[in-house]
Every structure is written in structure tokens, then in C-alpha cells.
């Protein structure tokens, strides 16, 4: 594909427009890109979780269990997974931010977005209430997104510079169409104004016409008894 624009300045106004016909679709096309890629699920690298009355240390590195409520509706805890310490924030004496990657979950239907205490791994002393969680992608969902529309729109582009800049058979194409739109014999704006007020008044009196018959259907029907008033 030459980089050279093919006959330049011929054809400009068909070629033009054709541009940025397509070039709306490129937009409209990149728009949806952008929508469903930010539908994507992408996976978690990580959970941040609110904690507290929190009792024991911990620290970098360091395994914690993930733990919710038994399924045999008793008060026990049973361990469905286990993560490693990314990082602690601690808020205060009792209450932190505990960032945990590495997520083993105990089994396939463990559901880590359930836990409801963290403990210290091996018998560590270490136990908190959790209050909340944030979810951590393996990278912001925008990422994603500018690179699909990107994509889309790097791609139209191209499409676009080849048809109406460097595709010979296109070109050609659009150059005789905009050779053949100038020898069209354009309305004067006089024209114009005399055409759109007959089509006005066409449409008005039609309209009365046709309103004026409808009543008259409508008193016909009335006076032999098939409409009921």
C-alpha cells in the first residue's frame, strides 16, 4: 500500500465524505469495542480485605486461611482456601487492610468472595473479622478497553487510507462518481423554496381532504346505528 495519496485532489468531495461516513462507523464500532471489553470478567490477582478485631501479628509474606461459615448451619468455621500476605495497612490497634494474592481456594466450589474470618496459617496466632473485600484485577479493566477500541480504530483507519487514498480500483471509482455528481444540474435555491412550499401545502390539504372524509364516514355510521355513541 503506497503512502502516497492516489490522484490527489481529484474526486475530493465524494472522497471526502466517504471518509467521514466511515469514519463514523470506525467511531461507532470502537464505542462497542470499548462497551464489551469492559464487560469482560478479567481474573483476580488479588483481594484486599477489611478486617477487624483483629488479634496476633502478621507480615509480608506470611499465609493466612480464608474461612467461612460451615454449611451444616452450626457456628463453626471451615477453611475454604488459603493466600499469602501482599501487604498490611494497618488502620488501627484492631482494624487493617489486608492484601492477599496467591488464592488457593480448598476445593472448585470454595467461593473466596465469602470469607468471613482470616487466621493464621499452621496454627500462627492470628485471627480477624472480615468486613469487607476489594477485588484486584491482574490489570485495570480500562487497559483492556483502550486497547480494543484502539485496535478497532487502528485498523479502520487503514481500511479507510486504502479505500479512498490508495486502492486504485476505489479511487477511480469515487473520482468518477464525484465527476458524475458535478454534471448533475442542481436546484437554484429559488427552486427549492417554490418545491418545499407546494410539498407543504400538498401535505396540508391532503390532510384536510382526508379529515374531512373521515368525518364523513364517522356521521354516515353514526346515522345508521354502527358506531355507539
Not at 146 to 162: E, H, N, R
Not at 211 to 225: H, N, R, S, V
Request: aromatic share 10%; with cysteine.
Amino acid at each position: 500500500m503506497s503512502a502516497v495519496i492516489y490522484k490527489a485532489g481529484q474526486g475530493y468531495w465524494v472522497r471526502a465524505l466517504s471518509a467521514v461516513f466511515f469514519g463514523v462507523l470506525v467511531l461507532a464500532a470502537a464505542a462497542w469495542g470499548w462497551a464489551q471489553a469492559g464487560a469482560f470478567d478479567l481474573p483476580v490477582a488479588a483481594y484486599t480485605y477489611r478486617v477487624s478485631n483483629a488479634a496476633g501479628d502478621i507480615a509480608p509474606g506470611q499465609t493466612l486461611e480464608l474461612r467461612d461459615l460451615s454449611l451444616d448451619g452450626s457456628d463453626t468455621y471451615v477453611t475454604i482456601g488459603t493466600g499469602v500476605i501482599e501487604n498490611v495497612e494497618q488502620i488501627n490497634t484492631e482494624d487493617a487492610r489486608v492484601r492477599l494474592g496467591s488464592i488457593a481456594p480448598a476445593n472448585e466450589d470454595a467461593d473466596v468472595t465469602s470469607v468471613k474470618r482470616l487466621a493464621g496459617a499452621a496454627g500462627a496466632p492470628y485471627a480477624a473479622r472480615v468486613e469487607s473485600f476489594d477485588t484486584h484485577r491482574v490489570f485495570p479493566p480500562v487497559y483492556l478497553q483502550a486497547a480494543v477500541a484502539g485496535a478497532i480504530i487502528l485498523i479502520g483507519a487503514v481500511a479507510l487510507y486504502w479505500f479512498v487514498g490508495a486502492n486504485p480500483k476505489s479511487c477511480e471509482f469515487l473520482i468518477a462518481t464525484d465527476g458524475e455528481m458535478r454534471k448533475v444540474n442542481w436546484s437554484t435555491p429559488r427552486e427549492i423554496r417554490g418545491s418545499t412550499i407546494v410539498v407543504i401545502v400538498a401535505a396540508f390539504l391532503i390532510a384536510a381532504i382526508l379529515w374531512i372524509i373521515d368525518l364523513g364516514f364517522q356521521q354516515t355510521f353514526d346515522a345508521i346505528g354502527v358506531l355507539e355513541t
